[in-house]
């Protein structure tokens, strides 16, 4: 989601500031917030960063823009929230888990999709855990 951020912002910039013909992809997040931070990010980063390779840094900027104004409205509600995680912590702890278990021979790759050797451990047979097209069970 956060990608697609970057990437709605980056075809915002190309089309409205940059007068470029530009093709939507199916999904993208669209609405006057993204010109906004389409302008704001244009006006801070100048047209040589609007490329795709910079998608993931837009993204990161527009992401952290964003749980300001997020923790702006909470407050304004008088709603306090403890703490906050970042979706990605929990991506780098389970590929690091995929890894430790790919090292011990706990998971295997086999007809393009990953499987959890789950049988070694008493299971009736083993569990795909990742699918063909890279989404998780």
Do not use: C
Request: proline share 1%.
């Amino acid at each position: 989601q956060i990608y697609l951020l970057g990437l709605s912002i980056l075809l915002s910039v190309k089309e409205n500031i940059l007068h470029e013909n530009v093709e939507y992809p199916e999904q993208y997040y669209k609405g006057e917030y993204i010109a906004d931070l389409a302008k704001e990010a244009f006006e801070k980063f100048g047209k040589e960063f609007f490329s795709e390779e910079n998608i993931p840094s837009l993204a990161d900027w527009a992401k952290d823009k964003m749980l300001v104004l997020i923790k702006q409205n909470l407050e304004q509600a008088k709603i306090k929230i403890d703490s906050y995680v970042s979706e990605r912590s929990y991506y780098d702890a389970l590929n690091a888990t995929l890894e430790s278990l790919k090292k011990h021979k706990g998971i295997y790759e086999q007809e393009g999709k990953i499987w959890l050797a789950s049988s070694q451990k008493g299971d009736e047979k083993d569990r795909v855990i990742i699918r063909e097209d890279g989404r998780g069970t």
